[in-house]
T-cell receptor, first 114, second 112 residues
Framework: GQNIDQPTEMTATEGAIVQINCTYQ??????LFWYQQHAGEAPTFLSY????GLEEKGRFSSFLSRSKGYSYLLLKELQMKDSASYLC???????????????FGKGTKLSVKP | DVKVTQSSRYLVKRTGEKVFLECVQD?????MFWYRQDPGLGLRLIYF???????EKGDIPEGYSVSREKKERFSLILESASTNQTSMYLC???????????FGDGTRLSIL
């Protein structure tokens, strides 16, 4: 079966670093996406990993280990505007059509405190 | 920038009505998707389409149908709305499967 796990909620302090973990079990892994979603708004794309290692994009970095079925999103120098839900989504070639659709985790709600 | 436009941000309908949710993208994307998002359940795929006239069921297609007559437009239809279809509906599009999906602003649909 397919399963994606991420913590439900996290709290961190402005200026700090926070790591949001995502573990997955899929039969046809073919890439992992991270999205940010502010309350009442649409998800927006943050990062994409298909090979093992770290992808850095400004204050945000994403890491993937395919052998461990594990990814994390690292947010540095936290700002109040980073308070949002963060969605982990795995592309599975055995799910849906020929291109492999996304399976979304339930999301991690991050609260940044002053 | 990719623009995915959903016809309504908020919609209130009555039980038994036929409801149309429209989605238009302006980037010539092949793939389009309809999801619903509910607290504690995350994003669930209702229907998707990889090409004009093509449609396939996602995880929760019951009570819904879709139409893709033109590449840029993907419509979700609630055949006979029920209260358990009250939800946030999100449309998304992507160029290919390995490219990110871009989401519309969502339609918060209430069925009374």
């Amino acid at each position: 079966g397919q399963n994606i796990d991420q913590p439900t909620e996290m709290t961190a302090t402005e200026g700090a670093i926070v790591q949001i973990n995502c573990t997955y079990q899929t039969s046809g892994f073919n890439g992992l996406f991270w999205y940010q979603q502010h309350a009442g708004e649409a998800p927006t794309f943050l990062s994409y990993n298909v090979l093992d290692g770290l992808e850095e994009k400004g204050r945000f970095s994403s890491f993937l280990s395919r052998s461990k079925g594990y990814s994390y999103l690292l947010l540095k120098e936290l700002q109040m505007k980073d308070s949002a839900s963060y969605l982990c989504a795995v592309r599975d070639r055995s799910y849906g059509g020929s291109q492999g659709n996304l399976i979304f985790g339930k999301g991690t709600k991050l609260s940044v405190k002053p | 920038d990719v623009k995915v436009t959903q016809s309504s941000r908020y919609l209130v309908k009555r039980t038994g009505e036929k409801v149309f949710l429209e989605c238009v993208q302006d980037m010539d994307h092949e793939n389009m998707f309809w999801y619903r998002q509910d607290p504690g359940l995350g994003l669930r795929l209702i229907y998707f389409s990889y090409d004009v006239k093509m449609k396939e069921k996602g995880d929760i297609p019951e009570g819904y149908s879709v139409s893709r007559e033109k590449k840029e437009r993907f419509s979700l239809i609630l055949e006979s709305a029920s209260t358990n279809q009250t939800s946030m509906y999100l449309c998304a599009s992507s160029l290919r499967g390995d490219q990110p999906q871009h989401f519309g602003d969502g339609t918060r649909l209430s069925i009374l």
